[in-house]
């Protein structure tokens, strides 16, 4: 299937800077689910967003769907170290997840 | 706790050998999805299991292939093993799409 896109690749912050990683398709998405995967550990469920424009805030971390439902977004408020991982979004197409190549986060105390 | 167990939690094996990983889901989910993850990438599809049926398979070459049991535990196989098959190897389980995939800590083979 079609491979989705996420930028950057990698970011370097301070602690309390903000954060944020883009998910792209070139396909409209039935939905996407975002995972946050910390170093030498396993991927981690955030959210899955399915509606046309819709935003979900958990805490510091609000999450888009674009109107077209071919792009998202993870923003990060105030980083903190605890934040420090990898963050994937993921298409679901049927039963599978397609995975991007993921934003790897780091942050300096 | 992933709620997830996978088994073992390393392994290494040799070239043209052959691996049996297993899986437990979380208590309650019933469909159950293997993936593979070479360091630094995102995880790839293998297959899904759901009521001991392979569901979907991602392009995985016959040597990978599967079975989940009654209790919905599963287990993934790999034949005649690749330097390439060097991966972290994690399953999925999940009841409700809605809710996501729970995934376990994988386990990590090495191939020499």
């Known amino acids: 299937g079609q491979q989705v896109m996420q930028i950057p690749q990698y970011q370097h912050v301070q602690e309390g800077e903000d954060f944020t990683t883009y998910c792209n398709s070139s396909?409209?998405?039935?939905?996407i689910q975002w995972y946050k995967q910390r170093p030498g550990g396993h991927p981690v469920f955030l959210i899955q967003?399915?509606?046309?424009?819709e935003v979900k805030k958990q805490k510091r971390l609000t999450f888009q769907f674009g109107e077209a439902k071919k792009n998202s977004s993870l923003h990060i408020t105030a980083t903190q170290t605890t934040d420090v991982g990898t963050y994937f979004c993921?298409?679901?197409?049927?039963?599978?997840?397609?995975f991007g190549e993921g934003t790897q986060l780091t942050v300096n105390p | 706790d992933a709620g997830v167990t996978q088994s073992p939690t390393h392994l290494i094996k040799t070239r043209g050998q052959q691996v049996t990983l297993r899986c437990s889901p979380k208590?309650?989910?019933?469909?159950v999805s293997w993936y593979q993850q070479a360091l630094g990438q995102g995880p790839q599809f293998i297959f899904q299991?759901?009521?001991?049926?392979?569901?979907q398979r991602g392009n995985f070459p016959d040597r990978f292939s599967g079975h989940q049991f009654p209790n919905y535990s599963s287990e993934l196989n790999v034949n005649a093993l690749l330097l390439g098959d060097s991966a972290l190897y994690l399953c999925?389980?999940?009841?409700?799409?809605?809710?996501?995939?729970?995934f376990g800590s994988g386990t990590r083979l090495t191939v020499v």
């Open positions: 999925a389980s999940s009841l409700n799409r809605a809710w996501g995939y729970t």
């Open positions: 396909t409209t998405l039935s939905n």
């Open positions: 967003l399915v509606k046309s424009g």
């Open positions: 993921a298409k679901e197409e049927g039963s599978r997840l397609t």
């Open positions: 208590s309650g989910h019933d469909t």
């Open positions: 299991y759901y009521e001991e049926e392979e569901r």
